[in-house]
């Protein structure tokens, strides 16, 4: 998986609206020990408080203890999002869809979305569709004490995960609607992990704006001996304040 830290800018090239893929750096070393350093501990609630607390509508609320990082973790499925200000994992799987990760390392918040399309019908107010998955995370970010001036981005996804699925473009579309959007909203994006053909699997820890991500096996056998040659290692993204690691 790689780690995508917050805090500096990445060594990326594109303008929004861009398909190409930016330039990775190296990656940083994996530690399961994510909230073992650093600032004072964060609060943690149980597994049984995450489960008995009620959720508002599109809040996630599969909730679990990930045995990787040993930290109890909420999974955020399409149309959903989540925000914490406490030591967690939140994590989603990814295909042409979009994850969002926001962060604010003043306030210590950090949240996800997982968006499927760009935007709907405007009667259809749903995190299925970027223009209110995006503004709904902002808000419950700011209800958790971050501020828009001070918020950072990672954005994951996008990817055409279907050969010869080419006509719609819809990874391609969320992608340039994201990257559209925070531009618009004076939100840097520190890190992305993009397009291309792979699902992916992300992590993001929300007190340390830390996001991990995993490409997974695609649907486009023909491009297996292409990347024979290469590793998870050459998609990794690193910059400062979180990481992006390989697991």
């Not at 499925?77 to 406490?86: H, I, M, Q, T, W």
């Not at 968006?115 to 958790?144: H, Q, T």
């Not at 993009?194 to 830390?210: A, E, M």
């Amino acid at each position: 998986m790689t780690s995508i830290q917050a805090g500096t800018s990445s060594p990326m090239t594109t303008t929004p609206g861009s398909s190409e893929r930016r330039r990775a750096p190296r990656i940083a070393p994996l530690s399961a020990d994510i909230y073992a350093a650093g600032a004072a501990p964060a609060r943690e609630s149980s597994l049984q408080e995450l489960k008995a607390h009620s959720r508002k509508p599109g809040e996630a609320s599969f909730f679990y203890l990930d045995h990787h990082f040993q930290h109890n973790a909420v999974k955020v499925l399409p149309g959903e999002y989540f925000v914490a200000d406490e030591s967690m994992v939140i994590m989603t799987v990814l295909g042409s869809c979009i994850a969002a990760c926001l962060w604010d390392s003043r306030a210590r918040v950090g949240g996800m979305n997982h968006f499927m399309l760009p935007d709907g019908d405007l009667a259809d107010a749903s995190g299925r569709y970027g223009s209110y998955a995006m503004e709904l995370l902002i808000n419950e970010m700011l209800k958790m004490g971050a501020r828009r001036e001070t918020m950072q981005a990672k954005i994951f996804g996008g990817a055409q995960v279907m050969h010869n699925f080419t006509t719609m473009n819809v990874g391609e579309r969320n992608t340039n609607f994201v990257l559209n959007y925070l531009h618009t909203e004076r939100i840097p994006i520190v890190s992305e992990d993009v397009l291309d053909i792979y699902p992916r699997k992300v992590v993001f820890f929300p007190v340390t704006g830390k996001a991990m991500v995993k490409r997974l096996a695609h649907a486009h056998p023909e491009a297996l001996a292409q990347d024979a040659r290469g590793n998870a290692a050459t998609v990794a993204k690193s910059t400062a304040g979180g990481s992006v690691d390989l697991f």
